[in-house]
């Protein structure tokens, strides 16, 4: 059975830093691109971050390019979203999704995590 987990969240204040992690279990890890999404209550879920299957390749929202990073860890099961410079509109609900083909398009994600707050503080 595939399932993610999304850990990391929390409260933090405007400028400062966050390091989301999602664990991988009951699949080949390796052989899913692995993304970010977040949503905030009332707005359609959006695209952050995506990771190829090597980690060699990502793909940035404009709103969030150069200040987080997307790696994984397919030894560990493992993706990281690295938030830095973290802005009030940032505040969201972040999930991690896996598909087999390398894509933005939130429509073409199979798996779901549960989820992780995010909340900063201006």
């Known amino acids: 059975q595939v399932q993610l987990v999304e850990s990391g969240g929390g409260l933090v204040q405007a400028g400062g830093s966050l390091r989301l992690s999602c664990a991988a279990s009951?699949?080949?890890?390796?052989?899913?691109?692995m993304a970010w999404f977040r949503q905030v209550p009332g707005k359609e879920r959006e695209f952050v971050a995506a990771v190829n299957w090597s980690g060699g390749t990502t793909s940035y929202a404009d709103s969030v390019k150069g200040r987080f990073t997307i790696s994984r860890d397919n030894a560990k099961n493992m993706v990281y979203l690295q938030m830095n410079s973290l802005k009030p509109e940032d505040t969201a609900v972040y999930y991690c999704a896996a598909t087999r083909r390398y894509t933005t398009n939130i429509g073409l994600y199979d798996y779901w995590g549960q989820g992780t707050q995010v909340t900063v503080s201006s």
């Open positions: 009951g699949w080949a890890f390796s052989t899913y691109v």
